[in-house]
């Protein structure tokens, strides 16, 4: 039963609160019993003591659950750095990711408020009832992943990735915890190296400074240990680590299928550039050898000297798009889309110009929805004579004269592995719905609620003919207008791309104001998708030896119609601008585009 502050107390309970008050007055007279009331919180029980202070289970009075509580000693710098840390994690909205609810002061000392994880430790769990399966430990280790990939792509190292951080749910999920290491990746270049000896990377031991690879590594000890039951190197001398870190080879049981062991080599490798270098590309990896362990692992290998474009090439894109998301004039419609997401509502149209910037945008509020959801299905509607109807029994397999309501039911069914997480399907118009369509899309949305399948609907905004307004929307549709869409002014799209730019290349790159002029241009006149066409421009530049990107390199990437990948894609003729530029008619052009400039306008 619950403790409360007049409650009376069991003789276990009593034994508890003099061990907490023992505890109390080691922690140098942080002055919190069990069994107080602080603020909004009942103390119910002491779940540990550390070096910055303790951790108590506690009861939230106004909302009705349980939450960790941790006190932060006062007369410490541990109190100070404590809250450093949870503002950090405060930052990190990711599923995988313990969350904090609140900060406080408390008679002179810090208290932080983070969600109990009430399965406790993956070490503890693992010291409990031995290994996980093949299948579980990939799935756990996955999970794990996107919650570190996450953290890497916002620019933070963990630095103390082990299975006494990786945290269980109620529900068996595993939450990555206690970010006190924790690194922004522009501050790591000379910090001394810090984590737990049985976990840390090789380079490490030598000297180098963190990255997301040693976070990796340090992951793939995780998974060692999941699979066996103890640490890759079981040897308790720093002395003896440190040779089997740099020299030896973990050894893994001939039983473990060899998907599963070329992945757990993979990402204890003694080179960092020979481990998967993107945390998040390595969640799905993991998930896929979970559903077929002889599986191969995709390690994709980055030079051992980094380009300027490293944390570009190394997935920088898709993250410069969140900044400029979470951050820049498009937040609010991103906010409201990931509500809708999250609250899951059945009905969703979405308008943006280009649509393959909508469904960029869609991608990345899946992923970071709790929890994550994923794209069952995509239908186009080509003309407004298409029957929808129609159009997804092809799409499911099902009798011609099946129900809507069937056609939910195999959607649901299509991937039994993944029934438990909620669907979406896209729905494609191409032109402007007609009546039977609107009312056809309605229907299906009703029908698709049952099985917690999301419509969304994508439609072409402005002029184009598949114009959805709120008038044209379906009926219980919640109509959204995403970035990209008219791009306001100026200043708002040079604040977008600068976003972008700062996330995507770590600050390393700049562009020109005429540059950002005709990208505005480009994509507003010709449909482009803005960070497709910056990521273009940037890679012409980079491969010109260009120090910023130029109007001339905006131009050559609108002329592309395959995308580029790094700057070795860029073609000959571009690796190298012209001696004299603009020419006539990129100047006229420039010339026109400042004068139809709207204030406030880009300075010169």
Same mark, same amino acid.
């Given at each position: 039963?619950?403790?409360?502050?007049?409650?009376?107390?069991?003789?276990?309970?009593?034994?508890?609160?003099?061990?907490?008050?023992?505890?109390?007055?080691?922690?140098?007279?942080?002055?919190?019993?069990?069994?107080?009331?602080?603020?909004?919180?009942?103390?119910?029980?002491?779940?540990?003591?550390?070096?910055?202070?303790?951790?108590?289970?506690?009861?939230?009075?106004?909302?009705?659950?349980?939450?960790?509580?941790?006190?932060?000693?006062?007369?410490?710098?541990?109190?100070?750095?404590?809250?450093?840390?949870?503002?950090?994690?405060?930052?990190?909205?990711?599923?995988?990711?313990?969350?904090?609810?609140?900060?406080?002061?408390?008679?002179?000392?810090? !208290?932080?408020?983070?969600?109990?994880?009430?399965?406790?430790?993956?070490?503890?769990?693992?010291?409990?009832?031995?290994?996980?399966?093949?299948?579980?430990?990939?799935?756990?280790?996955?999970?794990?992943?996107?919650?570190?990939?996450?953290?890497?792509?916002?620019?933070?190292?963990?630095?103390?990735?082990?299975?006494?951080?990786?945290?269980?749910?109620?529900?068996?999920?595993?939450?990555?915890?206690?970010?006190?290491?924790?690194?922004?990746?522009?501050?790591?270049?000379?910090?001394?190296?810090?984590?737990?000896?049985?976990?840390?990377?090789?380079?490490?031991?030598?000297? /180098?400074?963190?990255?997301?690879?040693?976070?990796?590594?340090?992951?793939?000890?995780?998974?060692?240990?999941?699979?066996?039951?103890?640490?890759?190197?079981?040897?308790?001398?720093?002395?003896?680590?440190?040779?089997?870190?740099?020299?030896?080879?973990?050894?893994?049981?001939?039983?473990?299928?060899?998907?599963?062991?070329?992945?757990?080599?993979?990402?204890?490798?003694?080179?960092?550039?020979?481990?998967?270098?993107?945390?998040? @590309?390595?969640?799905?990896?993991?998930?896929?050898?979970?559903?077929?362990?002889?599986?191969?692992?995709?390690?994709?290998?980055?030079?051992?000297?980094?380009?300027?474009?490293?944390?570009?090439?190394?997935?920088?894109?898709?993250?410069?798009?969140?900044?400029?998301?979470?951050?820049?004039?498009?937040?609010?419609?991103?906010?409201?889309?990931?509500?809708?997401?999250?609250?899951?509502?059945?009905?969703?149209? !979405?308008?943006?110009?280009? !649509?393959?910037?909508?469904?960029?945008?869609?991608?990345?509020?899946?992923?970071?929805?709790?929890?994550?959801?994923?794209?069952?299905?995509?239908?186009?509607?080509?003309?407004?004579?298409?029957?929808?109807?129609?159009?997804?029994?092809?799409?499911?397999?099902?009798?011609?004269?099946?129900?809507?309501?069937?056609?939910?039911?195999?959607?649901?069914?299509?991937?039994?592995?993944?029934?438990?997480?909620?669907?979406?399907?896209?729905?494609?118009?191409?032109?402007?719905?007609?009546?039977? @369509?609107?009312?056809?899309?309605?229907?299906?949305?009703?029908?698709?609620?049952?099985?917690?399948?999301?419509?969304?609907?994508?439609?072409?905004?402005?002029?184009?003919?598949?114009?959805?307004?709120?008038?044209? /929307?379906?009926?219980?549709?919640?109509?959204?207008?995403?970035?990209?869409?008219?791009?306001?002014?100026?200043?708002?799209?040079?604040?977008?791309?600068?976003?972008?730019?700062?996330?995507?290349?770590?600050?390393?790159?700049?562009?020109?104001?005429?540059?950002?002029?005709?990208?505005?241009?480009?994509?507003?006149?010709?449909?482009?998708?803005?960070?497709?066409?910056?990521?273009?421009?940037?890679?012409?530049?980079?491969?010109?030896?260009?120090?910023?990107?130029?109007?001339?390199?905006?131009?050559?990437? @609108?002329?592309?119609?395959?995308?580029?990948?790094?700057?070795?894609?860029?073609?000959?003729?571009?690796?190298?601008?012209?001696?004299?530029?603009?020419?006539?008619?990129?100047?006229?052009?420039?010339?026109?585009?400042?004068?139809?400039?709207?204030?406030?306008?880009?300075?010169?």
């Amino acid at each position: 039963m619950p403790l409360s502050a007049s409650a009376g107390v069991s003789a276990r309970a009593a034994e508890t609160i003099r061990a907490a008050r023992g505890a109390n007055r080691e922690s140098e007279g942080v002055p919190i019993d069990v069994g107080e009331t602080v603020g909004d919180y009942v103390i119910e029980e002491r779940l540990g003591h550390g070096t910055e202070g303790d951790v108590f289970l506690a009861r939230d009075i106004l909302l009705g659950r349980r939450v960790a509580l941790k006190t932060l000693r006062s007369t410490s710098a541990a109190a100070t750095h404590g809250v450093e840390e949870a503002r950090l994690m405060a930052g990190l909205e990711h599923p995988n990711i313990v969350r904090v609810y609140h900060a406080q002061r408390h008679a002179g000392a810090w !208290l932080v408020v983070f969600e109990h994880l009430a399965g406790g430790s993956l070490h503890a769990h693992i010291e409990r009832a031995g290994p996980l399966s093949v299948e579980r430990a990939l799935e756990l280790m996955a999970q794990a992943a996107a919650g570190l990939g996450h953290a890497h792509e916002l620019g933070i190292l963990h630095r103390d990735v082990k299975p006494q951080n990786l945290l269980l749910s109620h529900r068996g999920e595993v939450k990555l915890g206690d970010f006190g290491l924790a690194l922004d990746v522009r501050a790591a270049a000379g910090a001394p190296a810090v984590g737990t000896p049985a976990f840390l990377a090789p380079e490490l031991w030598r000297g /180098a400074t963190h990255s997301p690879a040693s976070d990796v590594y340090s992951l793939g000890g995780c998974l060692y240990f999941v699979l066996t039951g103890r640490v890759p190197f079981p040897f308790s001398t720093r002395e003896k680590l440190e040779r089997a870190h740099l020299e030896l080879t973990p050894k893994l049981s001939a039983e473990l299928p060899s998907g599963v062991r070329q992945a757990v080599l993979a990402m204890l490798a003694k080179d960092p550039a020979q481990r998967p270098q993107s945390a998040r @590309q390595l969640a799905r990896d993991l998930s896929a050898l979970a559903r077929d362990p002889n599986g191969q692992l995709h390690v994709p290998l980055m030079s051992r000297r980094p380009s300027p474009l490293s944390p570009l090439l190394a997935g920088g894109s898709e993250r410069g798009l969140e900044a400029a998301l979470r951050q820049g004039p498009d937040r609010v419609y991103f906010e409201r889309l990931l509500e809708l997401l999250q609250a899951g509502s059945s009905a969703i149209a !979405l308008r943006a110009a280009p !649509l393959l910037e909508a469904k960029a945008v869609l991608g990345i509020a899946l992923e970071r929805c709790t929890p994550a959801r994923r794209v069952s299905s995509r239908v186009v509607l080509p003309t407004p004579a298409a029957p929808l109807s129609e159009l997804l029994r092809q799409k499911t397999s099902v009798p011609a004269a099946s129900s809507l309501a069937q056609v939910c039911q195999q959607l649901a069914l299509e991937e039994p592995l993944h029934a438990s997480t909620p669907s979406v399907v896209e729905v494609h118009a191409t032109f402007a719905l007609s009546a039977e @369509q609107s009312a056809e899309l309605a229907a299906f949305a009703r029908a698709a609620t049952a099985h917690e399948i999301t419509t969304v609907l994508f439609a072409p905004s402005g002029d184009a003919p598949g114009n959805l307004d709120s008038g044209s /929307a379906p009926p219980g549709f919640e109509s959204l207008c995403l970035p990209g869409a008219g791009f306001d002014g100026a200043r708002e799209f040079a604040e977008r791309a600068g976003l972008w730019l700062a996330a995507a290349t770590g600050q390393r790159w700049d562009v020109s104001a005429d540059a950002l002029r005709l990208l505005r241009h480009c994509c507003r006149a010709q449909g482009h998708f803005w960070p497709r066409l910056l990521q273009d421009s940037l890679l012409i530049s980079a491969a010109a030896r260009l120090p910023v990107v130029t109007t001339w390199a905006v131009h050559a990437a @609108q002329l592309r119609s395959v995308p580029l990948h790094a700057p070795s894609d860029v073609p000959v003729e571009w690796r190298a601008a012209p001696r004299r530029w603009p020419s006539p008619q990129m100047a006229e052009l420039l010339l026109r585009i400042r004068r139809a400039e709207q204030p406030p306008s880009l300075a010169p």
